[in-house]
């Protein structure tokens, strides 16, 4: 008997499914970050951690019968939660869905004395991933980022989250002002040194709306890199980490083998994820409609309607080749590609590939299609050729 | 009818900004021609254009009646005529069309070299020409120096100049007095054959085509049936009327008076500027000497930016020359630039307006390309095809020779910037004609191949001199010359957009500075893409834009999906403003800039 081909309606299984929180507070907002988030001074665990289960049970409603792979609790700054709310928002999501048995349950957390002080009472709430904002092994630079800890401050914390969790990931933020190749590859190597297994290296990106952003304008932010440079800032991240055996298995991140984020990989890979929480962004396939949902990005807008008991997030099916064009973008940022099989049955023929073979953008294992080093590098642009035929 | 010697018909000689519109204002309001409230600046300027630029495109005519100190009362016909070398023969013709001129010169900047041409035309006409020092009561106005000027360049009696100052009125009624006293009556007789030239002719959206003329012999009545001699067109006469500047309606018009008339004439085209008008039964022996069909001399192509424009250009290029004879256009198809047309002019400053007109009236936005002169084409067969396109040269092994337009420049300049000017001269293959002074300004006289004139010429005399040259040319005929076809190859693909006739020794510096044009001008690629100059198969020049080596989103996680493909999506719709060149995608933007004249 014939193998059925797999139908679209469960396309969402190729990434897994996970959940995604958002928590939406800082104490002060950094002038390079254009997530959602809000300071203030007085909130009401209690009455958030009630809100995020409702809604966590809303969406479990409508879309039962998962196995959760993956909780994130992002924002914002979510190390500012007690490890209450913390628990009752992992309570509630075990209280949902089955859970996979290597549940991986990520924090995000500022690398300060203060939130140090709470890792415990995470590991307790369930927490066994963290990922701190370290940004800077440069004191000037941290200033410079706007970040309020210094290097020693984040050193401390580090080891305080590597003597809780087995599994601890920091972020830096690269070519930044002034910033030479050689200078890097310093602050690099030093990063690699107390590495555990999972590092996240973005290059500084001036998002519109941002402080940064009407500096640049004004004529500030001077010493930026160029293309040129940024490029060889990024190609040296990529051999010194290769060389600790940290490949990139995404465009801005690395991980020893094994180690590699459960949770973001649902995102690359397109799966299914419930976005809780202020401005949270979800894709949930339902009733074989793959749908973009999103939720109302004023804290208090949100926090009203999911006591009210009301559906918050607005939801909007997806057309297959807006589903598509997700998967391939999203897809060839892994080391490991996207499968043409699943962009064709999705109904997508991408445009121009032998071309982009023949320049050495794109490499071709049977359907298994990725990017080389170099088209990595320009991957928006190789995407807007793949994509040119598409309406 | 007015008796002749009760009329008197002028024109105003003047460089731009020298005053001659304020002066026709001050004329036109002291004597009483349009009620006050009606007065407004530049009254006989129409156009917007004209009014913006301080030029004067099209011929304007008003009529004037003036009570003079001898107690009678006069009939003054002012002809304003365009003041630019484009329209050189449109000016011939309203010169041909009055007895005298007043030379109105600026008292603190002396003579220009626009000046110069017209007041030349206006000599070559017979005119008695009465010198006018404008702008008297400015601190700079230095009368005796501009008289000795006027004396010593343009050879006039300068000694009983009329010292003026148009804007406050100042001398107005003795510029009046001398139009009455020094200026000749027109001659003509009343009882020969209807006799009349043609000076001008418009679009009046109501009338229809209305055409200026000036009436030497003859009578011409309404109703009357009158015959254009060159074209041989009959038409009856359905109004007749004078221009105070607006229509008065008139029965008759007689010799030495100027008028308008409308006879059913569809397209301005239909008219020819010099033609002689006559009645079609009676007619006069001979027509009017000096008659000229207007040939376009500059030629450029014009392309929508936005390809869903073109019919709308079709249109409105349609309309404009319905009402320009003088303007050509055919359909063009270009890879780069995709349907457009190649126009001509009669020079740039008629391509300048002819363009502003269609992008501010018609609402749409053009890319012109590189102006480009006629070629004669002298073919090994003996015969001579005259080449308005580069892209369109025949074969190299059917030509015997190429030849080029030439003109003779009249630059006058402060003395501190000759060198410069000179170097500039003979830098675009000038050949020096005359050199001389007028007090500390130097008359610069020069033979330069039109190419070079078109090119960016006008923009590098303004920024060597500081805007203090004034220039002025007229064609003076062809000349064979070693003139080669350069292309422009865009990763190996021809642009013929960007084609160009060139000299063969200026080729290399012009093809290098295309070519380093072009390099900031292109984005960068995925892949190197190689621009080059060459001439027939030969790179005489080439630069290498880099492969695009950055252009990733750092981060890229749940939250920005939707954003991030919306960003996609909005690129790709950026590129639909991309040509294609093979795999090269080049914004329109570049060929804006690559073509634009100012180097």
Redesign the interface.
Known sequence: MPVAAPEPVDDWRHGGFGV?L?WPFCQAKCPYCD??SHVTAQIDQKRWADAYRRDIARVAALVPDRIVRSIFIGGGTPSLMQPDTVAAVVDAVRGGWPTANDLEVTLEANPTSVEAGRFRGYRDAGVNRVSMGIQALDDHALRRLGRMHSVAEARAAFDVARAHFERVSFDLIYARQDQSAAEWKRELHEALSMAVDHLSL????IEDGTPFAARLAAGGLRGLPD??L??DL?EVTQEVCSAAGMDAYE??NHARPGAMSQH?L??WRCGD?A?VGP?????LTIAGERC?T?APSAPGAWLARAEAGIDVDSSEPLARP?AA??VL??GL?LSEGVDLRRLRTLGLEVAGLQ??VD?G?IALDGSRMTASARG??????????L??D?P | MTELSRIRNFSIVAHIDHGKSTLADRLIQLTGTVAARDMKEQMLDAMDIERERGITIKANTVRIEYPARDGQTYILNLIDTPGHVDFAYEVSRSMRAVEGSLLVVDASQGVEAQTLANVYQAIDADHEIVPVLNKIDLPAADPERVKAQIEDVIGLDASEAVEISAKSGLGIPEVLEAIVTRLPAPKGDRDAPLKAMLVDSWYDPYLGVVVLIRVMDGIIRKGDRIKMMQTGAVHGIDKLAVLKPQMVDTPELGPGEIGIFTGSIKQVRDTRVGDTITHEKKSCAAPLPGFKPSVPVVFCGLFPVDANDFEGLRDAIEKLALNDASFTHEMETSAALGFGFRCGFLGLLHLEVIRDRLEREYDLDLITTAPSVVYDIHMRDGTVQQLHNPADLPDLTYVEHVEEPRIKATILVPDDYLGDVLKLCQDRRGEQLELTYAGSRAMVVYDLPLNEVVFDFYDRLKSVTKGYASFDYQMIGYREDNLVKMQILVNDEPVDALSMMVHRDRAEARGRMMCEKLKDLIP????KIPVQAAIGGRVIARETIAA????????????D??R??KL?EK??AG?KKMRQFG?VEIPQTAFISALKMDG
């Open positions: 995604y958002h997530f959602n973005y290059q500084l990106t293309q040129d940024s490029a990024y465009v801005s973001n649902i995102y994820w976005g401005g949270a962004h979800g894709r973009a999103v807006d064009a997700e973008m999203m940022r071309e982009l320049d953008l990595r590098l320009i991957l928006n642009s190789v995407l807007r050729r994509l040119s598409q | 960068r690629h995925m892949f695009l080596r950055k252009d990733v989103t750092a981060k890229c996680y749940g939250g999906v939707t991030k493909k996609l690129q790709k590129k795999k």
